[in-house]
């Protein structure tokens, strides 16, 4: 077990190096400077109340980019949150990481953090589906079971968050020493048809003396944590081992495993719906969402047209979602939503604003050859374009190889074909960081697949440099029979 302590970051500021091409349908300043960022911090602490009861929040992760990046997001607005309310209860903080040898990561120095031993890749894969979600429960386990790192946490209650959360204003300790508070998930509701899968782990059990509850938003006292984490641990592993139940809760299984655990060792949470929201593209959020709930989980993408109507199942013309970064940092000075998405949508800006905000607040944010909220959208080439374009009329129906992989092939209407499955291609129309010369439309293609976007550049008629948007992974392309 190690632990890490906080450092002030160094660095220079960076910024996207693919938006700057973009142009804001619709200016946005008529709410930049609204009520959607608080910034204000008071100078003077106040005596704060003898009935304060603090908590200590723990941040439950593993070391991986894609959660790195929401990890700094989020304790920035920790922290500033502290900030701007001197007695606030969430009086301390945690980074609970569990990663191969439980070694510290590059966090370390920037945030509180400790860690410890993920599940094994070979077990997990073996065993559980490589189903990563389930070092929550393996990682909290061993927390507590660490007294020396547990029982330095002076705070009586633990507040269980995700990396993907975003602190909308102050939260209140709402729990007592026998009811923890928690967030009633309307994908997590107890029915009938799981009662032969909760018996399978609690023999006495009933399914409906489950709650909709998962472990996170989740403010518990410490005693509490202790009597259900292992069985959490347990159910949870129990419950993707087995076949036919993985394939009944599917992705919420480990929130299962809690909400079984704990109504197994007789926990009851107190279910408070305005513990959080989870806004999407077709949510209708004015400004007053930010005095209604505590946390923004940003676990849904919002996507719209350039004139701000909605895009649904699909990524849009604007669109901010966090799968997008799963190899990279997301880019400085994201633009907002379009004028008529925010006015709908109040939820979308105000992340979009969080996210900048605690960006350029963090000194040493790394710069990827990334996009921003433009752009992640891109349509097959059409047959006039792919007509009308000298590259592409080069290129189409001739083999390649990727990597040194052979079978890539640009087909008529847009169509690719991979070794790796179908894709789609076309050609580059603006500026970017892998085509970064007049008119790139003569010299590049992009090739999506994979659910990568990939630019191309063609240095000749018989090789191309590819660029992963992202990460910026280079592969060489050749082809076939020169």
């Known amino acids: 077990m190690r632990r890490g302590a906080k450092y002030p970051g160094k660095g220079k500021k960076g910024r996207s190096m693919s938006e700057k091409e973009v142009d804001d349908p619709e200016p946005l300043d008529f709410l930049r400077e609204s009520e959607s960022l608080q910034t204000e911090v008071q100078e003077e602490t106040p005596q704060c109340s003898p009935e304060r009861k603090p908590f200590h929040v723990v941040l439950t992760t593993m070391s991986t980019t894609y959660l790195n990046w929401q990890s700094e997001i989020m304790y920035y607005h920790f922290k500033k949150q502290q900030r701007l309310n001197p007695c606030t209860e969430m009086a301390n ?3 609970l990481v569990a990663n191969d040898g439980a070694q510290p990561d590059g966090l370390a120095n920037k945030m509180p953090s400790i860690f410890y031993h993920q ?7 073996r065993e559980y589906g490589s189903y990563a979600v389930l070092n929550r429960p393996h990682s909290v386990l061993q927390f507590v079971r660490d007294t020396f790192a547990f029982n330095n ?3 009586d209650y633990i507040f269980f968050v995700e990396t993907d959360h975003v602190f909308l204003r102050d939260i209140p300790n709402l729990a007592t020493p026998d009811t923890p508070v928690g967030y009633p998930f309307g994908y997590m509701r107890p029915s009938p048809s799981y009662d032969a899968y909760v018996k399978k782990l609690w023999p006495n059990g009933s399914w409906n003396m489950t709650q909709q509850i998962g472990p996170s938003p989740l403010i518990i ?4 944590l202790v009597k259900v984490a292992e069985p959490w641990s347990d159910f949870a592993k129990q419950l993707k081992a087995d076949p036919g139940t993985s394939r009944v809760f599917g992705w919420v299984l480990e929130m299962w495993g809690y909400a079984i655990a704990a109504a197994s060792v007789g926990i009851r949470h107190k279910l408070i719906a305005e513990f959080q929201c989870e806004p999407g593209t077709a949510s209708r959020l004015d400004a007053g969402y930010l005095q209604k709930y505590y946390i923004h989980h940003y ?4 996507e719209y047209t350039m004139n701000g109507a909605n895009m649904m199942n699909t990524i849009g013309e604007w669109s901010l979602d966090k799968r997008h970064y799963g190899g990279s940092y997301p880019p400085r000075n994201l633009k907002g939503p379009p004028r008529a998405a925010a006015e709908r949508n109040y939820a979308a800006l105000w992340l979009t604003n969080a996210w900048n905000e605690a960006m350029d607040g963090i000194e040493d944010w790394p710069t990827y050859p990334t996009l921003g909220t433009y752009g992640w959208r891109r349509e097959s080439g059409t047959d006039a374009e792919i007509a009308a374009s000298p590259i592409a009329q080069q290129v189409i129906d001739v083999h390649w190889s990727w990597s040194g992989i052979k079978g890539l092939i640009f087909k008529a209407h847009g169509e690719l074909q991979t ?8 050609l580059v129309k603006a500026r970017s960081f892998s085509c970064d010369v007049d008119e790139p439309e003569k010299f590049c293609l992009f090739a999506d697949f994979s659910n990568s976007l990939h630019n191309v550049y063609f ?10 948007i992202g990460d910026g992974e280079t592969v060489k392309g050749l082809r076939v029979g020169v």
């Open 459 to 468: 240095n000749s008629t018989s090789e191309f440099t590819s660029r992963r």
């Open 93 to 95: 903080f945690t980074r």
């Open 153 to 155: 946490i002076k705070e």
């Open 299 to 302: 676990t849904y993408g919002s």
């Open 221 to 224: 006292y410490k005693d509490l």
């Open 119 to 125: 599940i094994d890749t070979q077990t997990l894969d």
């Open 419 to 426: 070794p790796w499955g179908k894709g789609k291609w076309g």
